[in-house]
């Protein structure tokens, strides 16, 4: 058994020892009628605030609770029922259901501070976040910006962008043209929960509203589904996990504004984004999400190593995930690993699930990489050249040397020394790729790309050959 | 019947299947949420907002995850709130050490005998002197038996995120043990 395996299943061995803490029969029963309140409680169209639920039940003994349940479980219309008013409920719940409303509506006009975790979900706000118009991408014609000298984003003409840094996070302000104001927050150091929310409580409590909601990420998904954004980059259409983000939107009707707010972890940095748009132009909405998913790494592959566990010689970590380009236009995350050649003297990272396959020449060595998931023929390859290698006789004792037909290169303009492109499109076969020599502390080594069009795939082996290179380093 | 079923059934007006979907889960939230507090009452009074907080949500449940995995998620943001709201600090210290009750002798490898010399309740003791984001990784992994992906889905982290907490709190685990069995 692997040592990480033993030790997983070690503390599988200690926690199973443990005897579950059971609820007493009390907490079972109050629990229970919370459970059948909210059931009841999402009929109805305002989100209640739970803190005042636990007052009630709080307040209520448990042979009141008793009673509760006696009735829930006679009553065989309860559910069925959606008219509250016909509810056999106990008089407490109908007072406390009035003292919600008067309390929202009390927090809501005095704009006193915002505790997102209440926050319900108000049906018709969502749809009215969702009722977006179709964008108009002409309209956009946005520039590339960098900020945090790591990212990009989509700038839109006529916007501006300012960026400054504070001891634990980064602002980047941005402002259009309409009045809109987007602030990006990126933390330095991982926060809490509790500190990353109350940061977002504590700017939001700047905005004064009159309706809040929470916006479920399977409802944007819905949305983005059905009308996509000009630009989908990302399989899960932001640059984070919409899935575990938290979405909320505000509007204030007296001023005339809209707020929406997505706490998200950012290539493992968390970020807060708040939008504050003119409640009725719509389409800088859209706008904003556009910016949003526009967010990118401002060089891939972008690597997140997981430093956690490090390799004991080379001191480099032994996994962790990479941000890299998937065709012209998408962004993918693929896990990575440690890649130790010490024939080469070299380690830097390949994709997790890669094939390596040694070549040993009579003047050169040759390490290829193979991904079958994606191609059967396509490869990129790392080698070193020995004694005896005609590096400086032109392409053509090269491509002998490799076993190449010389016919096959492609001359370029201006092209980079010691590069040389092949291809190959006649009899069947359809090819191509490039041999590039370069030089390291006096060795001379080589990287190549072949890609094989039988089984087409997009470019992935020049963005793997870019991890490798990038990140190699020679002992 | 599974969670699924039941809470189609909750939706056409079952009520055993809310009865039913409770029972299965309540203690083991319960048991989270104790562990999270350190009090017993405060478990139960957060053990009502978790399942009120999951009913008035229960329609935007898509079943793309497991329900277990989604209550636990309520149930951490609860926790949130509590510390929050009230400003407390986690009281470790309260924790009744008799409600673990463990049982058995940990048996582990010769490669890692420091453990052999420590008492079952003396790990479970050092577990809870770790950062409380350690304890619930381990608690949620190894107790709950939560994947790395559903563990990163409660707790609102990335997968990577979670595999270093879990990486960590493994080390500093190792690292108290070994301390204990150096000072005996």
């Known amino acids: 058994m692997k040592k990480k395996n033993k030790e997983d299943q070690d503390l599988k061995n200690i926690f199973e020892k443990k005897h579950l803490i059971k609820a007493p029969k009390v907490a079972h029963e109050k629990s229970l009628v919370a459970f059948q309140q909210g059931l009841e409680s999402s009929k109805m169209t305002k989100p209640a605030n739970p803190k005042f639920k636990r007052q009630l039940f709080a307040s209520i003994g448990s042979a009141a609770v008793i009673g509760i349940m006696v009735i829930l479980l006679l009553d065989t219309d309860l559910f069925a029922n959606n008219d509250p008013s016909s509810t056999p409920s106990p008089p407490a719940a109908d007072v406390e259901e009035e003292t919600v409303e008067e309390v929202e509506e009390n927090m809501e006009q005095s704009g006193q501070p915002i505790h997102l975790n209440d926050i319900g979900e108000d049906e018709e706000f969502i749809n009215e976040v969702l009722e977006r118009p179709i964008f108009d991408a002409n309209s956009y014609s946005p520039n590339l910006q960098s900020f945090d000298n790591a990212f990009v984003l989509d700038l839109p003409t006529n916007w501006s962008m300012e960026e400054t840094t504070e001891d634990d996070h980064l602002n980047v302000y941005l402002s259009g043209d309409e009045t809109e104001q987007i602030q990006i927050i990126l933390f330095n150091k991982e926060q809490t929960d ?144 440690l890649y130790v050649n010490e024939e080469l003297g070299m380690t830097s990272y390949i994709e997790s699930g890669t094939e390596t396959e040694k070549i040993d020449e009579d003047v050169y060595t040759e390490w290829r990489f193979y991904d079958r998931r994606f191609s059967d023929f396509s490869f990129y390859s790392y080698g070193m050249v020995k004694e005896g290698f005609p590096l400086d006789q032109g392409y053509q004792p090269i491509f002998n040397t490799f076993g190449m037909d010389p016919a096959l290169y492609n001359e370029k303009d201006g092209a980079i020394p010691h590069h040389y492109n092949y291809g190959n499109n006649s009899g069947g076969n359809n090819y191509n790729g490039y041999i590039e020599f370069f030089e390291v502390e006096g060795n001379w080594y080589f990287e190549r790309v072949h890609e094989d069009y039988q089984d087409y795939n997009g470019g992935i082996f020049h963005e793997r050959m870019r991890l490798l290179k990038n990140e190699a380093e020679h002992f | 019947m599974n969670d699924h079923e039941l809470i189609y059934r909750i939706q056409q007006g079952d009520h055993q299947a809310v009865i039913t979907l409770h029972k299965r889960h309540a203690d083991r939230i319960f048991h989270y949420l104790y562990m999270q507090t350190g009090s017993y009452h405060d478990a139960e009074e957060l053990l009502q907002d978790v399942f009120f907080k999951a009913a008035r949500n229960l329609k935007t449940f898509k079943g793309k995850s497991s329900f277990k995995t989604w209550v636990f998620k309520i149930a951490r943001h609860t926790v949130i709130d509590y510390y929050r709201g009230s400003q407390k600090e986690k009281d470790t210290q309260s924790m009744e050490m008799d409600k673990f009750d463990f049982i058995g002798k940990y048996v582990d490898s010769a490669e890692d005998t420091a453990l052999n010399h420590i008492q079952m309740n003396e790990v479970i003791k050092y577990i809870e002197e770790l950062p409380s984001h350690y304890q619930s990784v381990l608690h949620l992994r190894f107790f709950e038996g939560f994947s790395i992906k559903e563990t990163s889905k409660i707790m609102g982290k990335s997968v990577l995120a979670v595999k270093s907490i879990q990486h960590r709190a493994r080390a500093a685990l190792n690292q108290k043990m070994k301390m204990e069995v150096y000072d005996a």
């Not at chain 1, 990353?196 to 998904?221: F, G, R, W």
Request: proline share 6%; charged share 25%; hydrophobic share 40%.
């Open chain 1, 194 to 337: 509790g500190a990353l929310i109350d940061y977002a409580e504590e700017l939001l409590s700047n905005y004064n509203h009159t309706d809040q909601t929470i916006v479920p990420s399977s409802s944007i998904i819905e949305k983005i589904t059905q009308e996509p954004l000009s630009f989908n980059r990302y399989e899960m259409l932001f640059p984070f996990n919409i899935e575990e983000a938290q979405v909320y939107a505000f509007k204030n009707e007296d001023i005339g504004r809209y707020y929406e707010i997505f706490i998200a972890e950012f290539f493992n940095r968390q970020m807060i984004y708040v939008a504050d748009l003119p409640l009725d132009n719509k389409e800088t909405w859209q706008t904003s999400w556009e910016m949003l998913a526009s967010l990118a790494p401002e060089e891939m592959p972008y690597l997140m190593l997981d430093e956690t566990e490090m390799h004991p010689t080379y001191a480099r970590p032994v996994e962790g995930e990479a941000i890299v380009h998937l065709g012209a236009l998408r962004i993918d995350s693929i896990d990575i690993e």
